[in-house]
Every structure is written in structure tokens, then in C-alpha cells.
């Protein structure tokens, strides 16, 4: 069964450094979502990229937080610089069509120290 | 935008039935998901409701009233691994899936 891939499955940063996490969304898939999960909270929408462009990046904190997804396949986020309060888990998910099953990779866990 | 409100903790009994509620304000209503997250792990799909009624699947249901923005899953014959969270999300739109905070349900011996 196809699958969302995400790396690093684990990430301990200091404040101030950067940090960055990738995905490889399920082949065929055009439609590419990063979510933040603090715990005990549900998901919120971070940025949707629609092939290599932006649909919706306005939860995303943009005086620290990047993303691209250059090709339209993989994409990367990028934290620069971390602050305590990013630690969460950040989820890539992808699906073929926006009313359709979105499928989530397993997850990046950043604790910022 | 949707307001998405479910429990936030419940607790249930191995092998007994438990409901999990979900109401949502929206307009441009498309499906209504339920998904799945054990603690430390990703969500899973678990279903997608579009019209009213309710969709069965194993020991998972689940129910949509649109015109009450209500829904509900339905765990029948609880087992210890359906300890988890349990994510309400609405499609509207044009716009991401939208999630609730999730129920955290425990189920005890």
C-alpha cells in the first residue's frame, strides 16, 4: 500500500537553529498538505500546495517558516529560526482531489530545547 | 469557517458500544471524515460520510445529519487497541480539511 513518507521521524534542536523536514507524498498525488499537531489538540493547516504552487500558506508563521515544493512531487518545511514553541509534531498528508481522502504520513516530532 | 466541536476525553468498557459526537457550523458543506490517531502516531482514515445517513464498516460506523451539522462514530464491541484519539474533520469548499480538537477515548477491562 502506497504511503506518505516524512523525515526525520524525530528532531531535537536548540532554540535559534534551523531545522527541516521533507516529504514524498503518495505518487499521484497532487494535492500536498504540512499540518502542525501540538499534543492533545487536533491538526491545523500550515500550508497546501497544489502541484508546485501555493494554495494556502496563511497559517503559516512566514517571518520564520518556509516551505517549497520545487518539482511538485516532494516537499520540504523549514524552521528557521525554532522557537520553544514549535514543538509539536508536524504531519505531511497528501490526496488526489481536494474532497478526497487525505492520507497522512507518520509524523515528524521536533522538541525544541 | 468551521466550527468543529467534539468531547474532549470519554471512557468506555471492553466489548460495550460507544458514541462519539461531532457538530460543525458551515457553509459549502462536502464530507465530513473521521480518523483515527493512537497517541505518538499519525491519523488514519477511518471514514467519509457526504450524505446523510449512516455508513457501517466492520465494528465502525458513522452518521451525518447535514441539515443538523451532526455526526457520529459508532464503536461497537470495544477493544483495549481502540484506545486512542478520534478526529472530526470537515470538508468545505474550496478550502483544507479542517479538524477538531479530537476525543480522547479510553477503554478499560
Known amino acids: 500500500e502506497a504511503e506518505v513518507a516524512q523525515s526525520p521521524r524525530y528532531k531535537i534542536t536548540e532554540k535559534s537553529q534551523a531545522v527541516a523536514f521533507w516529504c514524498d507524498p503518495i505518487?499521484?498525488?497532487?494535492?500536498l498538505y504540512w499540518y502542525r499537531q501540538i499534543l492533545g489538540q487536533g491538526p491545523e493547516l500550515l500550508v497546501q500546495f497544489q502541484d508546485e504552487s501555493v494554495v494556502d500558506d496563511s497559517q503559516l508563521p512566514k517571518d520564520r517558516f518556509s516551505a517549497e515544493r520545487l518539482k511538485g512531487v516532494d516537499s520540504t518545511l523549514k524552521i528557521q529560526p525554532a522557537e520553544l514553541g514549535d514543538s509539536a509534531m508536524y504531519l505531511c498528508a497528501s490526496t488526489s482531489g481536494l474532497a478526497d481522502t487525505i492520507y497522512f504520513g507518520e509524523g515528524s516530532w521536533l522538541t525544541v530545547v | 469557517g468551521q466550527n468543529i466541536d467534539q468531547p474532549t476525553e470519554m471512557t468506555a468498557t471492553e466489548g460495550a458500544i460507544v458514541q462519539i459526537n461531532c457538530t460543525y457550523q458551515?457553509?459549502?458543506?462536502?464530507?465530513l471524515f473521521w480518523y483515527q490517531q493512537h497517541a505518538g502516531e499519525a491519523p488514519t482514515f477511518l471514514s467519509y460520510?457526504?450524505?446523510?445517513g449512516l455508513e457501517e464498516k466492520g465494528r465502525f460506523s458513522s452518521f451525518l445529519s447535514r441539515s443538523k451539522g451532526y455526526s457520529y462514530l459508532l464503536l461497537k464491541e470495544l477493544q483495549m487497541k481502540d484506545s486512542a484519539s478520534y478526529l472530526c474533520a470537515v470538508s468545505e469548499g474550496n478550502t483544507p480539511l479542517v479538524f477538531g480538537k479530537g476525543t480522547r477515548l479510553s477503554v478499560i477491562a
Open positions: 460520510n457526504v450524505l446523510d
Open positions: 458551515t457553509s459549502g458543506f462536502n464530507g
Open positions: 505518487s499521484g498525488h497532487a494535492t
